[in-house]
């Protein structure tokens, strides 16, 4: 069974930072464009970050440009989300998502983490 097992989230003060790890199993991870989703309380999921299977294109939403950066290790089986200056409205539950398609639509994931929850308190 494939696994995407994300840790690191947890509660930061307004402009602080966090760095959120995904490690994979059972997938050949290095075929995958790896990537970020969020869902805050009463609102739909949303992408945050995607980057591509070898780590040469990344892709940002904009809300997140300049502030958060996504890496991947091949080698290790592991994606990584480094959020500098939180802010309250990143407040979300924290998805890792692996595709195939090259695209970053949620309904085009291929597997989904069960969720790690960022609190950014003001």
């Known amino acids: 069974q494939v696994q995407l097992v994300e840790s690191g989230g947890g509660l930061v003060q307004a402009g602080g930072s966090l760095r959120l790890s995904c490690a994979v199993s059972?997938?050949?991870?290095?075929?995958?464009?790896m990537g970020w989703f969020r869902q805050a309380p009463g609102l739909e999921r949303e992408f945050v970050a995607g980057?591509?299977?070898?780590?040469?294109?990344?892709y940002y939403a904009d809300s997140v440009k300049g502030r958060f950066t996504i890496s991947r290790d091949n080698a290790k089986n592991t994606v990584y989300l480094q959020m500098n200056s939180l802010k309250p409205e990143d407040t979300a539950v924290y998805y890792c998502?692996?595709?195939?398609?090259?695209?970053?639509?949620?309904?085009?994931?291929?597997?989904w983490g069960k969720g790690t929850l960022v609190t950014v308190s003001s």
């Open positions: 998502v692996a595709a195939l398609s090259g695209t970053w639509s949620a309904h085009d994931m291929n597997y």
């Open positions: 980057i591509s299977w070898s780590g040469g294109s990344t």
């Open positions: 059972r997938i050949t991870f290095s075929r995958y464009g």
